[in-house]
C-alpha cells in the first residue's frame, strides 16, 4: 500500500510517544550526566561552552559590540537553551536554519547576514543537529515539558532514518512530494541526502543507530554549509572579517539537567573562508574546567582590579 511520506514520518517518528517510566530525582539527574558523558566523549554544558568560546574569541577580536552570531539549529523547542546560552556572550542570533538544523536559508539567508555584521566586526557561525537523553538513559529521546513520559528527540532525524531504512528493505511504497513543494520540501531533502549515509547507520544496527545519526547528519550539514560558504565567501564577506567556524551535536536533557554540546570542529576561517586555526582542543580543553572554580577566580579578579583602581598613586619624594 502506498502511503504518504508525511503520514510515514510522522507515524514512525512518534511511534512512541510518553514511554518511558523514569523521572527527575537527584539520582535520575546524576544517571543523566554519566550516559551523556559516556555516550558522546567530550561533551561539555552549553553554559560552558558559551564561556569558553567568549574565553578564546574575545582576544582574536569577537566581542559583543563588534560580532553577530549565526545560528543553524533544528526548530525543535529543546534547541534553543543552546541559542540563549549563546546570546548571553555574543548578542542576538541570525537564523540560518530549518528541521534538524540543516542551512536551508541557503546562499541567500547567508549573504543578508554577511551585510548585518558590525562594522569592522566578525562572524560566529554555530551548527549541528540534535539528539536527546531521556531520564531512563535512552538516547534518541527526551522528556518534555508537560509530558508524563519521553519522546523522540530529533522527530526529523528519526523520520529521516525510518526512511532510509525503508527504502533500503523495500518494506513500504512512500509517496514523496516533489522536493519543489514546499510543504514537504526540508524533510524531503534531508530524507535524499541521509541516503548518501545509509550504509554507516544500518552498519551500526538498531543499538547504536541513534548514536550514529547525529555523526551523520552532521556530516551531511557540513557539506551542505561548505557549499553555501563557497558561493559566498569572498564575495559577500568584508576583507578582514574573521569567521569562527564552530559544528557539533546538541544533546538535549530533560528539564531541570543540564544542556550539552559536543563540539566536532572549531575552527578560525578568513574573509575567503580559509583555514585559519583550529581551535577545537583549547575549547575541549578551556570547557572542561571547573566551572565553579572559574567563576571564583573570575571575581577575585575583578574585585583585585577593582582594588588596584582605587590605589592612590603617592609621589616618591626624593631629597
Ligand atoms: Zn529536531
Do not use: W
Amino acid at each position: 500500500m502506498d502511503e504518504s511520506l508525511h503520514t510515514f514520518t510522522i507515524k514512525t517518528t512518534f511511534a512512541h510517544e510518553d514511554e518511558g517510566t523514569a523521572s527527575s530525582s537527584a539520582a535520575s539527574v546524576i544517571k543523566i550526566v554519566e550516559n551523556v558523558k559516556n555516550t558522546f566523549p567530550g561533551v561539555v554544558t552549553s553554559r560552558q561552552l558559551s564561556r569558553s568560546m567568549k574565553v578564546i574569541l574575545e582576544p582574536k577580536g569577537f566581542t559583543l559590540d563588534k560580532t553577530l552570531l549565526v545560528t543553524s539549529f533544528c526548530c525543535d523547542e529543546v534547541c534553543r537553551d543552546l541559542e540563549d546560552e549563546l546570546k548571553k556572550n555574543f548578542g542576538q542570533n541570525f537564523n540560518l536554519g530549518g528541521i534538524a538544523g540543516f542551512p536551508f536559508g541557503g546562499n541567500a539567508a547567508f549573504g543578508a547576514m554577511a551585510h548585518h555584521v558590525p562594522t569592522d566586526g566578525h562572524i560566529i557561525i554555530c551548527y549541528g543537529p540534535h539528539v536527546g537523553i531521556d531520564f531512563d538513559g535512552v538516547v534518541g529521546k527526551v522528556n518534555r515539558r508537560g509530558h508524563t513520559g519521553s519522546g523522540a528527540c530529533c522527530n526529523t532525524a528519526i523520520g529521516a532514518l525510518a526512511y532510509v531504512k525503508a527504502v533500503k528493505t523495500g518494506c513500504v511504497v512512500i509517496s514523496s512530494p516533489e522536493v519543489n513543494d514546499p510543504t514537504d520540501a526540508q524533510q524531503v531533502f534531508i530524507n535524499h541526502i541521509l541516503m548518501d549515509e545509509a550504509d554507516r547507520l544500518l552498519d551500526a544496527g538498531e543499538e547504536k543507530e541513534m548514536i550514529e545519526l547525529p555523526h551523520a547528519i552532521f556530516d551531511a550539514q557540513g557539506k551542505l554549509l561548505k557549499r553555501i560558504m563557497d558561493k559566498c565567501c569572498p564575495s559577500d564577506i568584508r576583507e578582514g572579517t574573521k569567521i569562527a567556524l564552530l559544528g557539533g551535536i546538541q544533546i538535549n536533557s530533560p528539564e531541570g539537567t543540564p544542556e550539552y554540546f559536543l563540539p566536532k570542529k572549531f575552527h578560525l576561517l578568513n574573509s575567503n573562508g580559509e583555514f585559519v586555526e583550529d581551535m577545537t582542543a583549547s575549547l575541549v580543553e578551556e570547557g572542561s574546567k571547573d566551572i565553579k572554580q572559574v567563576i571564583k577566580e573570575t571575581r577575585l579578579k575583578a574585585q583585585m582590579d577593582a582594588v588596584k583602581q582605587n590605589l592612590v598613586e603617592v609621589p616618591i619624594m626624593e631629597g
